[in-house]
């Protein structure tokens, strides 16, 4: 077995806000491997987004090293950023950032239209994951005709899209009651069981020993 997938050395990130620079991430050091299961617990306010946005390539590091899979990421210009992101990560998101006038599978398609996948393709993969994921009946739906638990499983699927080798969810359960959270939890938990690696974060400390069995 290779070294890590994702490998952070002493990185720290700051926001500058006007003539204040604001610390966020001090030095942090991380390894993860792939086919991990992560939960990222910290405070409101404590950079768990921040450090998700460094590990999906959306962000980059004011100082320190972030190695994918064996590279080091500290050369790579815009475009190569954006397509690790694609081949590598997948985003949940607590408010699951559907457009609200497309349907489920249209949402779901988004990815594979920005890595210019042909349409038949890319509906016929993302008909695939909704039914995968229990929402075939569903699949011509917008958003607002979908509970909450069903618009987070259609943002599942959108990121499985591209593959979603790396699931990484912030917070994906915060907009959801218990039950729906359990059932999104179980996805999450059933993808990780079919090869997934997936890191979640949440401010919730009971929530990584949550039973969801
Ligand atoms: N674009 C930004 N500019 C300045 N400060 C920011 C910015 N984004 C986040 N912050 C600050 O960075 C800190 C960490 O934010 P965030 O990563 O969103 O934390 P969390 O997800 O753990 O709640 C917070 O204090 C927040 O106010
Ligand atoms: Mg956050």
Not at 113 to 119: C, F, K, L, R, T
Request: net charge neutral.
């Amino acid at each position: 077995m290779s070294g890590p997938l994702i490998e952070l050395v002493s990185v720290s990130l700051h926001y500058q806000a006007g003539d204040e620079i604001v610390p966020v991430l001090n030095e942090i050091n991380l390894k993860i491997n792939a086919g991990e299961f992560v939960a990222i617990v910290g405070a409101s306010g404590s950079g768990k987004t921040t450090l998700l946005n460094i590990i999906g390539c959306l962000a980059r590091p004011s100082t320190g090293t972030y190695r994918l899979n064996g590279s080091s990421l500290l050369e790579a210009d815009r475009e190569t950023l954006a397509r690790l992101r694609r081949e590598y990560f997948g985003f949940v998101f607590q408010r699951y950032n559907l457009l609200p006038h497309l349907s489920a599978t249209e949402n779901v398609e988004v990815p594979a239209v920005y890595a210019g996948s042909p349409i038949l393709r890319r509906r016929c993969r993302a008909q695939e994951l909704l039914t995968s994921l229990g929402l075939d009946h569903r699949a011509e739906h917008r958003p607002n005709q979908l509970s909450g638990g069903q618009q987070q499983r259609v943002s599942i699927a959108r990121a499985l899209m591209n593959g979603g080798k790396v699931l990484l969810g912030d917070e994906p359960t915060g907009a959801l009651d218990s039950t729906s959270a359990r059932e999104v939890i179980g996805t999450f938990k059933s993808l990780h069981r079919q090869g997934h690696t997936v890191i979640l974060v949440t401010h919730d400390e009971k929530w990584p020993s949550m039973p969801i069995e």
